[in-house]
């Protein structure tokens, strides 16, 4: 890629990063815009392997890297091999618990398996690179690590920092004390084994970012940026990338595409349209017709559809976005019929199920209290005759029916809904 393509592609992509609102802070803004017109910068994001997988609160910084690599630049994911056996205290209240080195290793090639799918490593001219910090951690000994590193920060330095000091009255161990100049030195190595000059991440990594710029200037200099966008947040006040079964993973094993998909197609009006512009690639036209639509008919959820859309097939793929779809259509209308055995617990996966002996017919009422559905049979009768309850998609107003082996989805499932929203899966066997 020539740099007159690099500066046509430089000027879009700070537009755009402007127009999303992905700007938090800049260290030499003006420094930066230059070098990133004339030149095919190296730049990293790092993400620690706290867990097998990451979360949706990761996506922003992986999407920003992916931002800059279609603008022509070098995009490096540092997944914190060392860093993780030690615990960043930034956004923490408390101390982190250490895990082994053998489950930070593990988590270490799951979430280099993630990051893949969202950065090119094959692309000629600008290939993404995966980098562990473990590589240059490991073999530091701590006389080196002191003399050589620890030396170039100051006590006062770093308890100035936002990340040490919000820590202070609750206390902090030396361990995470260290975190800062570990993630320093990360900074220090890239750039200077893969000439990278720019660190990206969230605004509460800004003091991290800020002391590796302090010790490329101490342990040899050379041009060196950061920069830092915005933490996610959500307009009701609640954390953002929590369900109400809890964190929304990119694994599709620990979240459904269903799942995942239903996650965003409910997000809050009020939310919609600044999460169009953190997490999709749609043009500013495409996004300011949603929002359009948005305002003129915003019962119709348009733009949430098509957030979900997006972003389920860019995590998922193609096909995971057809069966969410297919199973939110047949969930909508009721027809559960239609959808696959592996669809059917996809969908229901965290709805109340129970498994029930194998019989060829049980009578519904019992199959109420059986599953939880119903408190008593009183309540079961009521429901039933007040047309609350439906047995695969088909309403049952008769207190007395029985529900037979010929009637299950694939030989074995029931799926009993309770009014609208109350769903709950029977298993026989």
């Given amino acids: ?22 700007v938090q802070q800049f260290t030499n803004r003006n420094e930066l815009h230059k070098k990133l017109s004339n030149e095919r910068v190296v730049l990293y994001c790092g993400f ?21 690599q279609q603008a ?38 799951s979430l280099k398996r993630q990051l893949s799918r969202f950065l090119d490593f094959d692309i000629a001219e600008n290939p993404a690179k995966l980098v562990s910090n473990y590589d240059w951690i490991e073999p530091l000994d701590v006389i080196t690590f002191l003399r050589d590193v620890g030396k170039n920060f100051t006590v006062n330095y770093m308890l100035a920092k936002d990340s040490v000091d919000s820590r202070l009255s609750s206390g902090i161990s030396f ?22 000059s720019l660190q990206i991440g969230g605004s509460d990594q800004w003091g991290n970012i800020t002391a590796g710029l302090d010790l490329i200037g101490k342990m040899g200099g ?9 933490l996610v947040t959500k307009s009701d006040g609640k954390k953002f990338g929590k369900s109400e079964s809890g964190a929304i ?29 953190y997490f999709t690639f749609l043009s500013r036209t495409e996004i300011e017709a949603l929002e359009s639509e948005l305002q003129a008919h915003p019962e119709k959820r348009v733009a949430q559809r098509e957030l979900a859309r997006e972003i389920t097939r860019l995590v998922h793929g193609q096909e995971a976005l057809d069966s969410a779809e297919k199973i939110t259509q047949a969930f909508f209308s009721g027809d559960v019929n239609q959808l696959s055995e592996a669809e059917l617990i996809e969908a229901l996966q965290d709805m109340p199920t129970t498994v029930i002996s194998d019989r060829d017919e049980i009578a519904l009422m019992d199959l109420l209290i059986e599953s939880g559905a119903a408190p008593s049979r ?18 049952q107003t008769d207190a007395e029916a029985i529900v037979s082996a010929e009637q299950r989805l694939h030989s074995k499932f029931v799926v009993l809904r309770r009014g609208k929203k109350n769903y709950f899966l029977i298993r026989f066997e």
Avoid at 15 to 22: I, M, P
Avoid at 222 to 230: E, I, L, N, R
Avoid at 384 to 392: D, E, K, L, P, V
């Fill in 222 to 230: 050379g041009d060196a940026y950061g920069m830092t966008m915005p």
């Fill in 249 to 277: 993973w990119l694994d599709r094993s620990k979240t459904s595409a269903y799942q995942f998909y239903q996650f965003w197609i409910n997000t809050e009006d009020n939310d919609t349209i600044k999460f169009l512009k």
């Fill in 378 to 395: 009183r309540q079961a009768k009521q429901d039933i005759t007040s047309g609350s309850i439906s047995i695969n998609g088909t309403k």
């Fill in 175 to 196: 361990t995470e004390f260290s975190y800062m100049i570990l993630q320093a030195y990360d900074f220090h190595k890239l750039h200077q084994e893969h000439g990278c």
């Fill in 72 to 109: 022509g630049h070098i995009p490096l994911a540092l997944v914190g091999g060392g860093t993780g056996l030690i615990g960043d205290p930034s956004g923490r209240s408390s101390e982190r618990s250490l895990n082994t080195a053998d489950t930070v290793a593990q988590w270490t090639e």
């Fill in 48 to 68: 620690d392997p706290t867990a097998d997988s990451l979360h949706i609160g990761s996506l922003l910084p992986i999407l920003c890297l992916r931002r800059f």
């Fill in 1 to 22: 890629m020539t740099n007159e393509a690099l500066l046509i592609n430089h000027d879009d992509l700070l537009a755009d990063l402007e127009y999303r609102g992905l």
